[in-house]
């Protein structure tokens, strides 16, 4: 059940827990998992993450589609050799909560994208520091207290404070140079114009790094407004154009090459680096079309992982799936995410050449083995477990609905029983020595059917 086969020792045996480590690190996302590590009666180490409030038997069966499909894959040969989809394993316990094999050696994207950030906002603090040092009191006092008849002091702290304060983007140096430089003589509107400059770039400094969410309305907003959009509420009213214009000033400030960088150091040797882009780029493929197949939503860069050493993608969280991105309330439109950085990382040719090569066969494959797939998928659907329908309305439809799960259920563990149900119907036949046996003997379990079935329609 734990695709760690290779972990399981000689002799066989299943590995059982040996004991939990004492420390427990809880993740600062929405529903706080718990990263947990088990040690193995093989005296390994086990890493889960386990998570509450939700019921994994989706990702579950996502994992078992992707088992499938990678079996698909190793089966082609050639050209497709050595491709396959990162998987895990997922147990869910009972449903509200379930243990998700922790992938070592990954790391979501966002991490990138978040360090950028950080470097930013360090960079621009330690500027406007500098520029707040150039600008300090004990300038402006000497200069005001008249020891600089020379004019040289005023001049130079002006330097200093309009070059820092258009590192920290506020004046640019040739508008802040002649005005400051035109008062240099005056001794005491030097030293006002320094602490104002001084004030200026401690307006520069941002307080805070920006979330995401922040920029974004931070950049639609007055968009919105010069459009005479006022009220936010109504996202479907918003102009696609000026969502476009957003999103290409957002691309624009944002590096396009962090992962394509990040693929780079990771790698010892050009060759190395060769082969771990090759990985990557048939990597994103393989999932790429497998998310689009199975409507795989949500994809952002906390469920996006990659294994900086191989390029290998692992996608995490198959919660909104078969397309029900669709249906969210900001619509999902796109069949799978190749944004700026994803692109950038692909290589030279980009979405050209081999990606694309790599999409086509992989897709190619899917359809060939499309009823497999459709089969496997279809039991999904039909599946009580996982719920297709994120907004109940009512507390009777919820009831309904729990019904019918119930009722699929008993269903389910029916056609389980059946197939023993009957051997041992034929076991009892060929014990039976009188046909008189038998007859009682099928007569007892018609009548088991149908209280079986009477119970059904009773539901």
């Known amino acids: 059940h734990h695709h760690h086969h290779h972990h399981q020792s000689s002799s066989g045996d299943l590995v059982t827990i040996h004991a939990f480590e004492p420390s427990v690190q809880i993740l600062p996302t929405k529903t706080k998992p718990k990263k947990l590590t088990l040690v193995g009666s093989d005296g390994q180490r086990y890493t889960y993450l386990f998570k509450g409030m939700e019921d994994l038997h989706l990702d579950e069966r996502i994992m078992q589609f992707l088992d499938v499909v990678n079996v698909m894959l190793r089966r082609t040969g050639g050209r497709m050799h050595g491709f396959r989809a990162r998987h895990y394993s997922v147990t869910p316990l009972g449903q509200r909560s379930g243990l998700i094999q922790w992938v070592d050696g990954t790391y979501p994207v966002y991490n990138l994208y978040k360090k950028w950030q950080q470097r930013e906002f360090e960079m621009a603090r330690l500027l406007t520091a500098a520029g707040n040092n150039a600008a300090a009191p004990e300038n402006a006092e000497g200069v005001s207290a008249g020891a600089a008849a020379s004019a040289v002091t005023p001049a130079a702290a002006a330097i200093g404070v309009a070059a820092t304060t258009a590192a920290a983007g506020e004046v640019s140096a040739s508008t802040a140079m002649p005005g400051l430089a035109a008062t240099a003589t005056s001794a005491a509107a030097a030293a006002a114009s320094t602490t104002a400059a001084a004030a200026a770039s401690n307006a520069a400094q941002p307080k805070a790094m920006m979330r995401p969410s922040e920029m974004f309305f931070g950049k639609l907003m007055p968009a919105l407004k010069e459009r005479g959009i006022t009220s936010v509420a109504a996202r479907s009213k918003w102009p696609s ?28 040797s050009p060759a190395d680096w060769l082969k771990t882009t090759e990985a990557f780029r048939r990597s994103m493929a393989v999932m790429s079309m497998i998310g689009y197949v199975i409507g795989l939503g949500d994809r952002h860069l906390d469920n996006v992982l990659v294994d900086y050493t191989t390029g290998e993608v692992v996608h995490i969280d198959y919660n909104v799936c078969f397309d029900k991105g669709a249906k969210l309330r900001v619509p999902e439109t796109v069949p799978f995410r190749l944004t700026q950085n994803f692109q950038h990382a692909l290589g030279l040719t980009g979405v050209e050449g081999m990606f694309r090569n790599t999409c086509e066969s992989v897709l190619r494959l899917l359809r060939r083995n499309r009823e497999t797939l459709l089969t496997l998928l279809e039991a999904f659907v039909y599946d009580p477990l996982v719920d297709w329908t994120p907004d109940l309305k009512t507390a009777a439809e919820q009831q309904e609905m729990e019904r019918q799960i119930a009722h699929s259920l008993l269903a389910a563990r029916i056609t389980e029983l059946k197939a023993p149900l009957e051997d041992s119907a034929r076991q009892l036949l060929s014990l ?28």
């Open 241 to 268: 154009d000026v969502l476009r214009t957003v999103f290409g000033q957002l691309s624009s400030e944002t590096p396009f090459d962090l992962l394509s960088r990040e693929l780079s150091v990771s790698s010892v």
């Open 432 to 459: 039976a020595a009188s046909a008189q046996d038998a007859i009682e003997l099928l007569a007892g379990q018609a009548q088991t059917a149908a209280a079986l079935r009477e119970r059904l329609d009773v539901w």
